[in-house]
């Protein structure tokens, strides 16, 4: 038998009531806040939530100073040690915000997943490196994935062929916007040279990727990386003497999904800077964020560059909760 979702999220409020019930004493009423199952007791809010990840601290974080909490413990069945990182960039009330794991019927600590090393590019990416920019395009390397960007939309990939696919685990230059769109470029003109798939590619991206190049699909793709090259070409929108572009903690899911992007440099006062670029409400923005300047200048003045369109109260409230600062940056996109 099938389970309905009203039914699913009263067995959440449940499981909820009783888990904060039994093992931290406290007692309330749980509702529903968005992807939250929550509630609030004497100054203490407890959420539950089935994937720890950034969007749903924010949401926890924003609901308990909301109620007026001066403690917050998120519970977690899945991600508990991502979130406990992300949870680390914020207090509550003077409080850290506790995570825990769900286990069955108890609550476990865990310790805070560590941070991955910033990837360099694959052996042997030298040559195709250099095609890339041979062609005119931003060569952009994060997560050890090298591409080839216009405007922050990527138009090139360097893929490594693997051998059980039948390929000869050698890395090639594949074009297109995405994993689909190189697909179905490679199987339209199997017998072309990838420099002139390539220039096409980059030719047809910058007439649309640009202030004057009309509506189109295309303008609105990966906004967060065309806010990026923005402040990368004029560093001083967001006091910034010098920039280069950086890879955030977490890969991004697709070029659908909102990620927020980063630069890192020095600021007009040769202080180390990080700026981390976002487009639309991304309730994530500020975990990242936080969590981009802890992997490349702990310490470092962060900037958080957005529309001021997209200046949404929940990122302000976040902003505010940072255990080291953070401030909000209106930069005026190109797309208008």
């Not at 904060?20 to 406290?26: E, H």
């Not at 591409?147 to 062929?161: D, H, P, S, Y």
């Not at 990080?274 to 470092?300: E, I, K, N, T």
């Not at 529309?307 to 255990?323: G, I, N």
């Amino acid at each position: 038998m099938s389970v309905g979702e009203d039914q699913k999220e009263r067995l959440r409020r449940a499981k909820l009531a009783a888990l904060a019930r039994d093992a931290l004493g406290v007692v309330g009423e749980p509702e529903t806040a968005g992807r939250l199952s929550a509630l609030v007791a004497a100054g203490t809010a407890v959420t539950l939530v089935e994937q720890g990840d950034a969007a749903t601290l924010a949401g926890s974080l924003v609901w308990a100073q909301r109620r007026g909490a001066t403690r917050l413990v998120l519970l977690a069945d899945d991600g508990a040690p991502l979130l406990a990182r992300l949870a680390g960039h914020f207090s509550l009330g003077g409080s850290d915000v506790e995570v825990r794991e769900v286990r069955g019927v108890e609550l476990v600590e865990v310790d805070p997943e560590p941070v991955a090393p910033v990837q360099g590019p694959p052996p042997g990416a030298e040559h195709l490196v250099q095609e890339l920019h041979d062609a005119g395009v931003e060569v952009v390397v994060e997560h050890g994935v090298v591409r080839g960007e216009v405007a922050g939309l990527e138009v090139a990939r360097l893929v490594e062929w693997p051998t059980e696919v039948g390929g000869d685990g050698e890395l090639h230059l594949e074009v297109g916007v995405g994993r689909f769109d190189r697909d179905a470029t490679a199987a339209a003109r199997p017998d072309e040279a990838p420099s002139e798939t390539l220039a096409r590619a980059v030719s047809m991206v910058a007439e649309r990727r640009r202030a004057d190049g009309g509506a189109h699909p295309i303008q609105r793709l990966s906004r967060e990386r065309w806010l990026r090259r923005t402040v990368l070409d004029d560093p001083s929108l967001v006091g910034a003497a010098e920039l280069e572009p950086a890879q955030m903690t977490v890969e991004p899911v697709g070029l659908k999904d909102p990620h927020p992007a980063a630069a890192v440099g020095t600021d007009l006062e040769g202080r180390p800077v990080v700026v981390v670029c976002s487009a639309g409400v991304d309730l994530g923005l500020v975990p990242l964020a936080a969590d981009a300047r802890s992997l490349h200048a702990p310490g470092a003045r962060l900037v958080l560059a957005a529309p001021a369109r997209d200046h949404h109260p929940a990122t302000r409230t976040l902003v505010e909760l940072l255990r080291d600062p953070g401030e909000l940056v209106d930069v005026r996109p190109e797309w208008g």
